[in-house]
């Protein structure tokens, strides 16, 4: 799992929710794993009562970690999980 833990090459500023955000930009390494990501397997799966808004919740049931939740989100293309990770909704979780 070397590809999770990238080494970060600088920082971001966004807006988001008219608020002001400083993210951090990705590595080269992790750029070339986004792009093969549509290789890796996966788990199919809906969002169960008290696990809604819980990506990291969701991580350490199947990773035993919730370290992971990141991947979870950005895996299903989900930006922001308390309006689309809801009880009921649908969710792909990498194999890794």
Avoid at 1 to 6: A, E, I, R, S, V
Avoid at 33 to 58: C, N, W
Wanted: charged share 25%; aromatic share 16%.
């Amino acid at each position: 799992m070397d590809f999770l833990n990238h080494h970060i090459k600088g920082f971001e500023n966004i807006v988001h929710k008219d608020k002001k955000l400083t993210i951090s930009s990705t590595s080269i390494d992790f750029e070339k794993f986004i792009k093969q990501m549509r290789f890796i397997s996966f788990t199919v799966g809906y969002i169960p009562a008290g696990y809604e808004h819980r990506a990291d919740l969701i991580s350490d049931l199947f990773y035993n970690t919730p370290i992971y939740d990141w991947f979870i989100l950005y895996y299903n293309n989900i930006k922001d999980p308390f309006n689309e990770l809801n009880v009921g909704d649908r969710i792909l979780i990498p194999n890794i």
